[in-house]
Nanobody, 126 residues
Framework: QVQLVESGGGLGQPGGSLRLSCVASGRTFSSYAMGWFRQAPGKERELVSAISRNGDRTGYADYVKGRFTISRDNAKNTVYLQMNSLKPEETAVYYC???????????????????WGQGTQVTVSS
């Protein structure tokens, strides 16, 4: 059973940067597409970015394009989310998730992801 553990959240300044990491247990990490989601209080959980199994394909929500970068290191069982030019409205709990269905790229819906981390709080405030 794969388990995901996020880290790297905390307090970020508006316009600043944070880097999130998500480490997966087990030996099959390279078999999964991975995604980063976020959920603000009172709002739906939304897909921020996703990456294919070997990292050759990535996708971003429109509101983070050009500012966030997803990457993965399969040798370290880790997926990253580099977040730049942070905005206060991006305050949320950020989750990583695994899409274990074999696909050409990655799942586009939260319902495509079947393993979730516990989340890490990101607060953007001065």
């Amino acid at each position: 059973q794969v388990q995901l553990v996020e880290s790297g959240g905390g307090l970020g300044q508006p316009g600043g940067s944070l880097r999130l990491s998500c480490v997966a247990s087990g030996r099959t990490f390279s078999s999964y597409a991975m995604g980063w989601f976020r959920q603000a209080p009172g709002k739906e959980r939304e897909l921020v970015s996703a990456i294919s199994r070997n990292g050759d394909r990535t996708g971003y929500a429109d509101y983070v394009k050009g500012r966030f970068t997803i990457s993965r290191d399969n040798a370290k069982n880790t997926v990253y989310l580099q977040m730049n030019s942070l905005k206060p409205e991006e305050t949320a709990v950020y989750y990583c998730a695994a899409d274990r269905t074999v696909r050409a790229r990655y799942g586009s819906s939260r319902y495509d992801y079947d393993v979730w981390g516990q989340g890490t709080q990101v607060t953007v405030s001065s």
